[in-house]
């Protein structure tokens, strides 16, 4: 006898269709466990490579202001070179400027620098290269005076300071040098003028006057200015000067 239909009953999953089941979930589970974990791994790592490359740039940046800042001590160094080795030595004073030096240097003042130099302190100096630029400022200050009875010696403190910066970067860099200077003036010695030579000459003649003499200057290592040959426009000597 035949029904109109019948009746499938479906068996139960084995044991070993249920692992696989279960194999497969796991799997699933754990590989994306495991990518979020890479995931966070790869965001740490970017975050940490952008904090590694922004104290690496902060670092180059320090460095360059550090180049700058230093470069503006040289090239202050050298403007007050410049300044120095161009100046008309000896520079000559009547009677009255001697006097008004002399006061102003017993006040503090710095004005024997400036008539030596040529310029009102501070000096300024600034230049640039690329990407940087630096700048310095020149300054004089009296640290002692020593007083005879035809001249005084006064000795300032030279004190030099540079800035450094970066284009397109909000920080600096800054750097210091300190010197001094010795300035005689008044009627002096000869021992104070040791190259002095006393007489008029044409600038030929001045270039090969220590060739044509057999003079050989040596420089000092005490002093920064360089040694040479001091050419008086007029005679500074009087005639009964004893040698």
């Known amino acids: ?15 070993g269709s249920r692992k696989k089941r279960r194999n497969k ?3 699933t589970l754990v590989s994306v466990f495991l990518f979020i974990i890479f995931f966070t791994l790869g965001l740490s790592m970017l ?27 040289k090239h202050g160094f050298h403007h007050l070179l410049s300044l120095l080795t161009q100046s008309s030595f000896p520079v000559l004073l009547s009677q009255e400027d001697l006097e008004k030096l002399w006061i102003d ?18 000096l300024q100096s600034a230049e640039d290269w690329e990407n940087l630029e630096w700048k310095s400022t020149t300054d ?6 020593e007083e005879n009875e035809d001249y005084f010696k006064a000795v300032y403190r030279t004190r030099i300071l540079s800035e450094g910066k970066i284009d397109h970067f909000k920080h600096t860099g ?4 300190e010197a001094s200077l010795g300035i005689f003036t008044g009627h002096l010695p000869l021992p104070s003028i040791p190259f002095l030579v006393d007489k008029k000459l044409e600038p030929e003649q001045k ?13 000092s290592q005490k002093n920064l200015l360089p040694s040479q040959l001091v050419y008086s426009e007029e005679n500074l000597l009087p005639k009964d000067a004893l040698p």
């Open 105 to 122: 240097a017993l006040n503090q003042g710095s004005g024997t620098v400036e008539k030596l130099i040529g310029q009102t302190p501070p």
């Open 207 to 219: 270039e090969n006057f220590a060739e044509k003499n057999h003079i050989t200057l040596t420089p």
């Open 25 to 27: 979930g796991a799997t």
């Open 174 to 177: 800054t750097s210091s040098f």
């Open 1 to 15: 006898m035949k029904f109109p239909y019948s009746l499938k009953i479906r068996g139960s999953p084995s044991p």
């Open 140 to 145: 004089f200050s009296l640290e002692r005076m």
């Open 47 to 73: 975050y940490f490579t952008g904090i590694y490359l922004r104290i690496s740039a902060y670092k180059k940046n320090s460095t360059l202001l550090d180049y700058a800042s230093e470069n503006g001590i």
